[in-house]
T-cell receptor
């Protein structure tokens, strides 16, 4: 049971480079989410997709774009990476109804120099 | 502004004793609360939840208490085990939000000493 799979697990970028973080879930969930986790700040929502074909901004969307490619896949793109985007990024999915809990991937640790 | 706050960054308890993790919230629209547990280099995993129509929910060694008037919830772990050592996140959602959006607290590092 893979659950939520994120790739890559680690990445180092230079300022100004672009990158796409990939996320796929095999639980037939409707909703998917991208979070970032920074020390002392918990998890903050970047973007989410309540259902296939829709995306919405979360708490900290600036500097990011997302694509809900299909029901399984939700990607996060950094067009021009900045040191402030150094973080651990988590993808999650949920059924999106009846308050079913979100299931998380193991994260992508991203460093921007 | 931090709508969900965990004021204790860390907590240390002895094996077999009770662990109590606290969480406060400010948004009165929140009506569903969850606790997640996170080990290093892994994603958070769901632990237990509670709806605002209840004041207590129990699952084995884990019990969550909700005090709506104080906008406060707590997670009790009894008895605590070394394997419970992890970061615990409190999270909240409001019915009006689509896609079950969650707002997380900062997390509390629990260490259970053998």
């Amino acid at each position: 049971n893979a659950g939520v799979t994120q790739t890559p697990k680690f990445q180092v970028l230079k300022t100004g480079q672009s990158m796409t973080l990939q996320c796929a879930q095999d639980m037939n969930h409707n909703s998917m989410y991208w979070y970032r986790q920074d020390p002392g700040m918990g998890l903050r929502l970047i973007y989410y997709s309540a259902s296939e074909g829709t995306t919405d901004k979360g708490e900290v969307p600036n500097g990011y774009n997302v694509s809900r490619l299909n029901k399984r896949e939700f990607s996060l793109r950094l067009e021009s990476a900045a040191p402030s985007q150094t973080s651990v990024y988590f993808c999650a999915s949920s059924e999106g109804r009846d308050r079913q809990p979100q299931h998380f991937g193991d994260g992508t640790r991203l460093s921007i120099l | 502004d931090q709508q969900v706050k965990q004021n204790s960054p860390s907590l240390s308890v002895q094996e077999g004793r009770i662990s109590i993790l606290n969480c406060d919230y400010t948004n009165s629209m929140f009506d569903y609360f969850l606790w997640y547990k996170k080990y290093p280099a892994e994603g958070p995993t769901f632990l237990i939840s509670i709806s605002s129509i209840k004041d207590k929910n129990e699952d084995g060694r884990f019990t969550v208490f909700l005090n709506k008037s104080a906008k406060h919830l707590s997670l009790h772990i009894v008895p605590s085990q070394p394997g419970d050592s992890a970061v615990y996140f409190c999270a909240a959602s409001a019915r009006e939000t689509s896609g079950s959006r969650l707002t997380f607290g900062e997390g509390t590092q629990l260490t259970v000493n053998p």
